[in-house]
Nanobody, 127 residues
């Protein structure tokens, strides 16, 4: 099972930017689709973005389209989420996830499409 560790969260003002990183372990990382989800207090976990094994396709949740960009570096076993034009409603714990049984990402992926999860990193956007 792949292990994931997120970093890069913090406090940022509305309109600002932040880049989250996810470091992965495991020999087959480059074969996995990877994703980012988020969960705000009292709300369900929400799909943010996903990227295919080769970075050839990426998908985004409606609430972040045009503002966030997911990318990956298979040589470094890293996944990134560049977040821009941040809003207070982006405040949440952000989780990195790996899908060990699928290499291609898709639109609106579900939590149960992913087999491994990081511990999460807190992002707080102040107004």
């Amino acid at each position: 099972q792949v292990q994931l560790v997120e970093s890069g969260g913090g406090l940022v003002q509305a309109g600002g930017s932040l880049r989250l990183s996810c470091a992965a372990s495991g020999r087959s990382f480059s074969a996995y689709a990877m994703g980012w989800f988020r969960q705000a207090p009292g709300k369900e976990r929400e799909f943010v973005a996903a990227i295919s094994w080769n970075g050839g396709s990426a998908y985004y949740g409606n609430s972040v389209k045009g503002r966030f960009t997911i990318s990956r570096d298979n040589a470094k076993k890293m996944v990134y989420l560049q977040m821009g034009s941040l809003k207070p409603e982006d405040t949440a714990i952000y989780y990195c996830a790996a899908s060990e049984w699928r290499g291609y990402a898709a639109d609106s992926m579900r939590s149960d499409d992913f087999s491994s999860w990081g511990q999460g990193t807190q992002v707080t956007v102040s107004s």
